[in-house]
């Protein structure tokens, strides 16, 4: 089984179309988060949800909402794509790292959604 | 905020030898430093970690190494192989960063048989 899964694997569509991405983990942790590498494989993070509450939101723009309707999925929906959100979007997981003392947990990373913007 | 800078970019070394990545941080704050690693077409993998309270961690033929009066960490693969080709990413982060990790820019490593 796999433990953090994404579909689709890969996306291709027009500019101004909206699109969703959905991710979804089987290892019972109650973070998610999801990921933007761009074609020069930089990855930089863009949100966080720990049980189903937003906690991080990296100013990214708010056409980019995520969802998290349950603490196993957390999907992503692009409204009005544009040229430069072609890129690969990796959703991941992790037990939850906010408690003082606690120490950072590991975080597990799906294949990845390779979208590309006509 | 956190920046990672990672070397280089890219690294060919022969099949047997020794490989080593180096990373520097600088939030004197971050107590965690994972090492992941990329396969073509797959997601990032964690292959090791060390935490602030660590000198060293070692896991067969891999280890990292962590300074933290220099704010830096390196990764080694002694003994390398063909299937240790793949993009190696280091990454920072903070108890308090609420899991947000910082990744380094990546080296592509191969290795020629």
């Known amino acids: 089984d796999t433990a953090v899964s994404q579909t689709p694997k890969y996306l291709v569509t027009q500019m101004g179309n909206d699109k969703s991405i959905k991710c979804e983990q089987n290892?019972?942790?109650?973070?998610m988060y999801w990921y933007k590498q761009d074609s020069k494989k930089f990855l930089k993070i863009m949100f966080s949800?720990?049980?189903?509450?937003?906690?991080i939101n990296e100013t990214v723009p708010n056409r980019f909402s995520p969802k998290s309707p349950d603490k196993a999925h957390l999907n992503l929906h692009i409204n009005s794509l544009e040229l430069g959100d072609s890129a690969v979007y990796f959703c991941?997981?992790?037990?939850?790292?906010?408690?003082?003392?606690?120490?950072?947990?590991?975080?597990?990373f799906g294949p990845g959604t390779r979208l590309l913007v006509l | 905020g956190e920046n990672v800078e990672q070397h280089p970019s890219t690294l060919s070394v022969q099949e047997g030898d020794s490989a080593v990545i180096k990373c520097t941080y600088s939030?004197?704050?971050?107590?965690?430093f994972p090492w992941y690693k990329q396969e073509l077409g797959k997601g990032p993998q964690l292959i090791i970690d060390?935490?602030?309270?660590?000198g060293e961690k070692k896991d067969q033929r891999i280890a990292v190494t962590l300074n933290k009066t220099a704010k830096h960490f390196s990764l080694h693969i002694t003994e390398t192989q063909p299937e240790d080709s793949a993009v190696y990413f280091c990454?920072?982060?903070?108890?308090?960063?609420?899991?947000?990790?910082?990744f380094g820019t990546g080296t592509r490593l191969t290795i020629i048989p």
């Open positions: 991941a997981s992790s037990s939850s790292p906010w408690t003082r003392g606690k120490e950072q947990e590991t975080q597990y």
């Open positions: 290892l019972g942790h109650d973070t």
């Open positions: 949800y720990n049980n189903k509450e937003l906690i």
């Open positions: 939030d004197s704050a971050s107590n965690y």
């Open positions: 060390i935490r602030s309270n660590v």
């Open positions: 990454a920072a982060t903070k108890w308090a960063n609420g899991g947000k990790l910082t």
